[in-house]
């Protein structure tokens, strides 16, 4: 092996990893064309339907976003009428997040996603399990 092996793409794990979600991003689009949503604000909408309000701090750190992203994504989703924000009124420095009615009643249109999603991957329910596992550990290896 030559020293400079290391710098060919077909050697690179970043590579396939980022392949793979710009196209998993991709399938994603036409489902989410039809809920009016990009996949970042259709994140953090799994987010409010699991726990209906969360403190902007909070949600940035679960999604992995930083506050330049996250912001502007929530006034859109605040304009949609998916979500209010509101200053936390014991310490006016916290943002809150809740979900709206409107924001609730997207979550039966949203139901169907995943499960058309998962067609769309041809691997195993192990594999996927184990895949999930893996992204996961590198998940914390970059993040935690």
């Not at 949503?37 to 987010?47: E, F, N, R």
């Not at 014991?90 to 997207?106: P, V």
């Not at 249109?109 to 769309?120: D, F, Q, S, W």
Request: glycine share 4%.
């Amino acid at each position: 092996m030559d020293k400079y092996d290391a710098l060919k793409l077909d050697n690179q794990v970043c590579f396939p990893l980022y392949a793979v979600s710009k196209g998993i991003v991709s399938h994603y689009q036409p489902y989410l064309d039809e809920i009016g949503l990009t996949y970042t604000q259709y994140i953090v909408m799994m987010v409010m339907w699991e726990k209906k309000e969360a403190n902007v701090k909070d949600l940035g750190a679960k999604l992995y976003l930083d506050s330049g992203t996250l912001t502007p994504l929530l006034k859109k989703l605040e304009a949609k009428k998916l979500i209010k924000r509101t200053r936390d009124k014991k310490d006016e420095r916290n943002l809150i997040i809740s979900l709206t009615s409107e924001g609730e009643a997207l979550k039966e249109k949203a139901v169907n996603i995943p499960l058309a999603m998962a067609k769309c991957l041809h691997i195993s329910e192990e594999e996927s399990k184990n895949l999930y596992i893996i992204l996961r550990k590198l998940m914390k290896d970059f993040y935690e």
